[in-house]
Each structure stands twice: as structure tokens, then as C-alpha cells.
């Protein structure tokens, strides 16, 4: 039994621990979800799901003291709801006892559950990650996983040893296309380009800005809007899929759905904290893969540029970023962990103190 905790923010957290408890049924390893999120319709048939207290309603007279003076990231004094969902937490480790915990992600979360002597696996998001409890976090984890490829350098700072298992879409990647827009061999030659502009669910969006450039550059294209605070939808890859060209946020869940459908993208990072799409963007600019940046919203010429070499990028490119075996990486680590092992009770010591 092996529990893992689903940040509530944005839907990358609940995606990727879905596909991972997938695979890791397939190897005979049960996850228990637990989030403040409701259980999802294809969460693995039989594996457990606990719905946790939110602890960031507001409350009279607001949130007090919530970092504890800086030591910690969410733990506002006396909030009803996380006093609830800790002892939630508690109570249910002490029921199924369980063998890991994976922190998707929360320092506070990951501490409870190693003060009760669970060990934990944390996943790293992107970003400056060096603040002292970050560093906390990762020190009491028996490994710290990173959803990138290992050639995406300096996308994370803040943990010594990442283990890096690759972008993880909960989608299965397209086949290479053989044809770029325009070229001879397309089909037909005139075709109505698609243009797919992707923002993510966990607030803020792609700049109307950015948005009206795209109509500008390319007036006769189809353009559909996905994400944001208003046009979310829940499947997004028939539209992947068909599209030229995608206009994103650099969030980690959509470059790796863009990167699992193959299709180049122009890409924007939003202000998030610890400079998470930031880092995710300035990764990708140093890579091989089809990702440009957005110009300045105001630089007509430098859109024209961007839009015509990015229609030009082959999106095979994205294969080392998404090859679609991270889910099954990340359940063999699972799997493969001393902790889920037996321990021989004749080699077993104490200490108190």
C-alpha cells in the first residue's frame, strides 16, 4: 500500500499521479489518493481515495501566520480545516499503514508523514526550489523525482540528486508526423491551419495580448482557446492533435501533453512562484526541443518571425521530453523501492530518545 498526496492546484498533480497508480496497478501496487480533490472517474478500480479538508478557506479575520515564521509554506494557526485534514491523514496512515508516501506536492505533508515514520518520495516542480524549506522537504525524502528529461539542465535548483523520469502525459504519444504545414507533400497544400492556445487550470492564462498577435500573424487559421479560468475542458487532445501550432504556458502539465501530441509550440511563461514556468521555459529554449518563446507582445515583426519558424519545427523534436514510458518508470521506482520489501524482524533495531 502505497499513498500519495494530489495537490488540489491546477489538474498536472491529480493527471500524473492518475497515470502513475494506472501502471502501478498493472504491477500489482495499490495507491491510495489523497487530496482534497474529489476521486476521479478513472482512478484505478479498487485503489483507495481520501478526500481531504481544505486548509485555505478563508476564515475570520484571514489566514494568521501561515508560513510559521517562515519555516514552513502552508500551516495558518488554528485553520479548522488543516487541523482536520491532518488528523485525517494521521488517522488513516494509522489504518493502512502504508509502505510510502509520494508528495505531490507539499513539504507539510511530506513531514507529517515522516514524523509517523512512513518514508516519502517527493516530486520536484520546476523552479528556484532553495529556500530552506524546500531543502527540508527534499532532505527527509528517500528520493526526489523531477517529471522532465535529464537534458533539461537548470531546470530545477534546490535538491542534490533528482531523479529525472521524463515529461509524464496521461496521453499516449502521436506517431511522428511526416508533413509540415505547406510543404509539398501536405495535404491538401491549403489547407486551414489549426491554432491551439493552451493555458492551464491552475489560474492565470495566456495574455490576450499574445492571443491577438496570433490572430494578427495568421487570420485565415482556425484558433480554438483552452484553459484558463473559462474554456477548461477536460480532454483537450482531439484538439492537440489536430493543431499546427500551439500557443502555451510553460505549466509542466501542458508542455507535456503539447510534447505527447507532437506539435510545435510557442510558449509563454506565466509569474508563478519560485519562477516555476520560468525555469520550465528557459529549459526548453536550451534544448533540442520544438519550443520557441513568445516575442513581446508588442513586437509585430518579431511574432511574424516566431510564427513562421515555429509552423517550420519538426515536433518529432519533443520524443526525448515525452517518449510516454514515465508513468511506467515512475511505478518500476515504486515497485522497486527497499521499503515495500519485508523487513527480516531479526535484523531489526530501536533507539528512543
Known sequence: MIGWYIHHQGRGHLHRATAVAQAAALRG??????????????????????????????????????????????????????????????????RAVPKLLVADVSVEIALLARLHGIPVITVALPGDRTDPTHRLGYEISAAVVGMWPAQAAEIFAGAPEVRALGGLSRFSPEPPRSNQPGTAESEPA????????????????????????????????????????????????????????VLAAAGQNSIAEVAASR?????????????????????????????????????DAGWDQAVARALSLDGADWASWCDGAAAERFAELLASMPTLQTPDPTRLTGATR
Open 29 to 94: 501496487v495499490q495507491i491510495t489518493g489523497l487530496s482534497s480533490l474529489p476521486q476521479p472517474a478513472d482512478w484505478p478500480a479498487g485503489a483507495g481515495w481520501v478526500q481531504l479538508e481544505r486548509d485555505d478557506t478563508a476564515e475570520r479575520g484571514g489566514f494568521r501566520d501561515p508560513t510559521a515564521s517562515d519555516a514552513l509554506h502552508w500551516a495558518p494557526v488554528h485553520h479548522p480545516g488543516l487541523r482536520r485534514r491532518s488528523a485525517e491523514l494521521s488517522s488513516w496512515i494509522d
Open 263 to 299: 506539435t510545435p509550440a510557442l510558449v509563454t511563461a506565466l509569474d508563478r512562484p519560485h519562477q516555476e514556468q520560468t525555469h520550465m521555459l528557459a529549459a526548453l529554449e536550451r534544448g533540442p526541443w520544438p519550443a520557441l518563446r513568445t516575442p513581446d507582445p508588442a513586437d
Open 190 to 245: 491549403d489547407r486551414q491551419l489549426e491554432i491551439l492556445v493552451l493555458s492551464g487550470g491552475g489560474g492565470g492564462a495566456v495574455s490576450e495580448a499574445a492571443i491577438g498577435q496570433l490572430r494578427r500573424t495568421l487570420p485565415q487559421a482556425r484558433l480554438s482557446i483552452l484553459g484558463g479560468e473559462s474554456s477548461w475542458r477536460e480532454d483537450p487532445w482531439p484538439l492537440l492533435t489536430r493543431a499546427d501550432l
